[in-house]
């Protein structure tokens, strides 16, 4: 069992910055691909980005690429959402994921692909 604790959230303005983290707990991290989803009121788990667990292949929605960063620290068994340029429609909760990986390069994009979620972490975006 692995779980997952993020961290990071609150109300920021437009063009402002967080940095969401999520800790892991269980299983090795090394061997689990990390991702982080988010959930706007009223709308569908969106993709946001995702790393390897190697960290050598990261992946983002079209919507934040330039200005969020994913990145993970595996001996403090941590992923990080780095987000800059803030702004109003990126506020929602947001979730931090993980499975099991058997290759070095895979990561998804499909929250079904993942087994394990966090209790997500509010960001508010205000205008």
């Known amino acids: 069992q692995v779980q997952l604790v993020e961290a990071g959230g609150g109300l920021v303005q437009t063009g402002g910055s967080l940095r969401l983290s999520c800790a892991a707990s269980?299983?090795?991290?090394?061997?689990?691909?990390m991702a982080w989803f988010r959930q706007a009121p009223g709308k569908e788990r969106e993709f946001v980005a995702a790393?390897?667990?190697?960290?050598?292949?990261?992946d983002y929605a079209d919507s934040v690429k330039g200005r969020f960063t994913i990145s993970r620290d595996n001996g403090k068994s941590t992923v990080y959402l780095q987000m800059n340029s803030l702004k109003p429609e990126d506020t929602a909760v947001y979730y931090c994921?993980?499975?099991?990986?058997?290759?070095?390069?895979?990561?998804?994009?499909?929250?079904?692909?993942?087994?394990?979620w966090g209790q997500g972490t509010q960001v508010t975006v205000a205008s």
């Open positions: 994921a993980s499975v099991r990986t058997y290759s070095s390069d895979s990561y998804y994009h499909a929250p079904g692909d993942y087994d394990y």
């Open positions: 269980g299983r090795t991290f090394s061997l689990y691909a």
């Open positions: 790393i390897t667990r190697n960290s050598a292949g990261t």
